[in-house]
């Protein structure tokens, strides 16, 4: 991916799908996290699968969850049965729908922070207990939730490798790493062997992330931000307030802030796919509109001046 200004300005609004290896899902995800954690209170479990119904409702087709997105230290796995649920009571054809989870950070009683573990037993162990809570014969895409600094990245890496052989994953990725740890992953998997890369991404967080953005475009790897509206402390519902140039551009279209914002995101390639939380129906129908929000030359060099 090219990073000057005319790319940046004239790429593709939206296509009707984006890849990421072979899977074929929308261009906005859904992130369910808020379902399991950062809220308090939670949102209740009806509220939560109406949620992911009413995101497939609108045409997206990706899920994304993880082992460690649970109230406590012993419901690993409770995002990933909501999510199970959700789609098995969909009214509609789930079959399309892709499911992203993610594991290698374990949560122990009365141990903090989280501690994280590469290991080929404890990934092994993790795969197989997200197919059970997902309730699947395989995983569409299977992130590396987070390094272990304990051992070398590679062999991560080479583990999900071995997983990915047995049939248990379809797709590897992984998430929160640098452009060095890129190219590990992508030495060891082959070309092509890398689907996905899943790093914060936002107006306000971007200062570690956009290289790596701009990494998976030249290498034909899918980027998958999430919290792409600045996150669950209070960075989404303010986004418009806190960058003016989306609040014109909002108003402008007669759209939320937080529709300008992931419109934008998506034009800054045909790899990126940002995955909005969300615990409400309103929140993820109100992004999915971002799909088919079509900003203008003008809008987007006006956007542009987010990133430095």
């Not at 399309?96 to 374990?106: L, N, Y």
């Not at 995983?139 to 272990?148: E, M, N």
């Not at 052989?165 to 590897?172: A, F, M, S, T």
Request: charged fraction near 20%.
């Amino acid at each position: 991916m090219t990073t000057d200004n005319a790319s940046r300005f004239s790429a593709p609004q939206v296509a009707a799908q984006r890849r990421i290896g072979s899977l074929a899902v929308s261009p906005i995800g859904l992130g369910a996290m808020p379902f399991s954690l950062g809220k308090d209170p939670l949102p209740p479990r009806e509220q939560a699968i109406a949620t992911v119904h009413a995101a497939l409702d609108a045409g997206v087709t990706l899920i994304d969850t993880a082992d460690v997105y649970a109230p406590r230290w012993d419901m690993m796995g409770h995002n990933e049965q909501i999510v199970a649920e959700a789609l098995r009571t969909w009214s509609g054809d789930a079959s399309q729908v892709v499911v992203a989870t993610k594991g290698g950070i374990t949560r122990e009683k009365d141990v903090f922070p989280n501690r994280r573990n590469a290991s080929p037993e404890y990934l092994r162990s993790a795969v197989e207990a997200s197919l059970t809570a997902l309730g699947v014969d395989t995983i569409d895409l299977y992130y590396w939730h987070r390094p272990d600094r304990s051992r070398r990245y590679a062999d991560g890496v080479e583990a999900l490798a071995a997983l990915q052989q047995e049939g248990l994953i379809r797709e590897i990725g992984v998430s929160n790493a640098n452009v060095e740890e890129l190219d590990v992953a992508r030495e060891v998997l082959g070309e092509g062997g890398l689907a996905a890369v899943q790093n914060e991404f936002s107006p306000r967080f971007h200062h570690t992330s956009h290289r790596e953005l701009q990494y998976c475009g030249e290498h034909g790897i899918a980027f998958v931000p999430w919290s792409p509206l600045g996150g669950i402390g209070g960075g989404s519902k303010g986004v418009g307030e806190r960058f003016l140039q989306v609040q014109r551009v909002a108003e402008l279209r007669d759209v939320s802030p937080q529709q300008v914002v992931l419109a934008w995101e998506l034009s800054l390639g045909e790899h990126v796919i940002p995955i909005p939380g969300a615990s409400r129906p309103e929140s993820i129908t109100d992004s999915a509109q971002a799909m088919s929000l079509a900003l203008s030359v003008d809008d987007l060099e006006e956007l542009a001046t987010i990133l430095p």
